[in-house]
């Protein structure tokens, strides 16, 4: 158990006002794993495997991000009441059927609306909505701000709920579309979504999903994304209320004002209302920022991810970047540069000036403090930019997203590009980018090509419709549980995963 410091700062002061007792429970966990750099020759023969080197990588899970889709199957509940058969609840539940209109949007800044249409964050636009979400308690009708940075509707009907829910029903109405806005014991929350996690877990739909094998690796993929979606839905039901301040008015919850500031921004507007699982993920991510991830290639300084940025949780890759030979000491972009770690890396390998670029805010502000907190800023300009900074360098890296598929969302942009925008985009600008001489460095998994999403003649053909040709190849293969793990649906592909870096040039 890590040390919860900078989150339970006043939950003493907060669970004394509420007269609770109990302790906040916020688990992160962390194991090693081996990872195995392997040199290889130019990318169309066979690879070498001279400079073979075996190192420990300190892996951190991921965040808590959680999809959700919500969908909308009519309010069966509004006549025949909320509880059904539960003889442990004693009291009436009010819900609303806010289908009808009810459900109103102050901002209409949905996820669709929050984006651009080439998949990045729109500039400038919070993440949070401005949604409302309205439900009737204790014979009153009740409003407050949806908040949602996985871009999830508001729910359609909302029902209270406490400790006296059993599982069964929790489930049952989760399945039917009804969220439950939980005025319990905050432990109890967490309880129950542990146990409505097992149950969708074991369910049935589950246990026939896992009996019919699929036709291919790229159906097993869907299938499998399909199914943490529709888990993630279901779990997302399960909502949480916080003061304007941020703080949770549950007994026995801990203090999240930190945590909410970081990925909300400062608090002040008026209560809101969030699922369980994104509350779980805000702390998380603040847990990160606040420890950071020890980089080995940064001789075990740590970078803060911040929330919503990518975090080089697993981090082979950056050792690629830290082992390739060096075209230069002046000058490199780092384009798409997320916390700053492989800028920093060139910086620390001896480049006297990087310019890193992001399009994403909450990236650009990391990727700041993170070459504060080394002493780099003098070194590492950060920039926003749609791929490039102006001008030309002679080393130019990229480590864009790597499976082709659609992004469940927001927070999933850094890993899912279903039209290689930023892949191709950095491909086809390299040789206007480049001085003579230089090299462009691409980071790339081949997860997408053993998941039958992108075949590697595609790729190659994309360097050579670029002007570039492949002066050699640097792979690494991970090895962290789960691409070890023979349960995991996509095992097959996660095994066989190399990632690696392309050193490419013009001409
Ligand atoms: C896979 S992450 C890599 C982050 C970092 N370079 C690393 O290796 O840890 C991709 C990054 O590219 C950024 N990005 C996506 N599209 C971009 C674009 N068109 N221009 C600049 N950055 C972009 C994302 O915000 C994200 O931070």
């Avoid at 839905?233 to 304007?244: E, N, S, T």
């Avoid at 780099?376 to 900074?389: C, K, M, N, T």
């Amino acid at each position: 158990m890590h040390s919860q410091a900078g989150l339970v700062k006043s939950a003493a002061v907060q669970r004394r006002r509420q007269g609770a007792r109990g302790c906040v429970d916020v688990r992160l966990r962390r194991d090693c794993v081996n990872v195995r750099l392997r040199r290889v020759g130019p990318a169309t023969t066979a690879p070498r495997t001279n400079d073979d080197t075996s190192r420990h990588i300190q892996r951190s899970a991921e965040h808590h991000h959680t999809v959700t889709q919500v969908t909308s199957t009519g309010n069966p509940l509004a006549q025949t009441g909320p509880y059904g058969k539960d003889r442990r609840t004693r009291r009436p539940v009010q819900h609303a059927d806010i289908a009808r209109g009810t459900v109103h949007t102050a901002h209409p800044c949905g996820a669709s609306e929050r984006h651009k249409s080439n998949g990045t964050r729109a500039k400038g636009v919070p993440l949070s909505t401005q949604q409302v979400i309205e439900w009737t308690e204790d014979g009153r009708t009740r409003t407050a701000h949806w908040r949602s940075e996985n871009g999830t509707p508001p729910p359609r009907r909302i029902e209270v709920a406490d400790d006296r829910m059993p599982v069964a029903t929790a489930h049952r109405l989760a399945c039917e579309g009804t969220a439950l806005l939980w005025r319990g014991d905050y432990q109890g929350a967490r309880q129950l979504l542990t146990a409505m996690a097992r149950r969708i877990d074991r369910g049935p739909r589950r246990a026939k999903e896992r009996r019919a094998p699929a036709a291919s690796p790229a159906e097993a993929f869907h299938r499998h994304r399909q199914a943490r979606s529709r888990r993630a839905r279901l779990l997302g039901m399960l909502l949480v209320p916080l003061d304007a301040d941020f703080g949770i008015p549950l007994r026995r919850a801990p203090d999240v004002r930190q945590a909410c500031a970081e990925a909300y921004g400062p608090a002040g507007g008026d209560p809101s209302v969030t699922s369980l699982p994104e509350l779980l993920g805000l702390i998380g991510a603040h847990e990160w920022r606040r420890k950071g991830v020890k980089v080995p290639a940064l001789g075990g300084d740590r970078v803060h991810p911040h929330y919503g940025v990518f975090s080089p949780v697993r981090g082979e890759y950056v050792d690629l970047v830290a082992e390739a030979p060096l075209p230069t000491h002046e000058l490199a972009f780092d384009i798409g540069t997320g916390t700053g770690v492989l800028a920093a890396v060139l910086a620390r390998r001896g480049i006297q000036r990087v310019v890193a670029t992001d399009q994403d805010a909450r990236a650009l502000g990391c990727a700041r403090e993170n070459a504060a907190r080394l002493g780099l800023s003098e070194r590492i300009e950060v920039v926003e930019a749609d791929l490039y900074p102006p001008g030309r360098a002679p080393l130019v890296v990229c480590n864009p997203p790597w499976v082709p598929a659609r992004p469940s969302s927001p927070l999933e942009y850094a890993v899912y590009d279903p039209s290689s925008r930023m892949l191709r985009g950095f491909l086809n600008g390299l040789t206007g980018h480049l001085t003579p001489g230089g090299e462009g460095w691409l980071i790339l998994s081949d997860l997408a090509e053993h998941l039958g999403l992108r075949p590697r003649a595609e790729l190659l053909a994309a360097f050579a419709t670029a002007g570039l040709t492949v002066a050699d190849r640097l792979d690494i293969r991970p090895t962290h549980p789960r691409a070890a793990d023979p349960t995991d649906p996509l095992h097959t592909a996660r095994a066989a995963e190399v990632t690696s870096l392309w050193r490419l040039t013009a001409g």
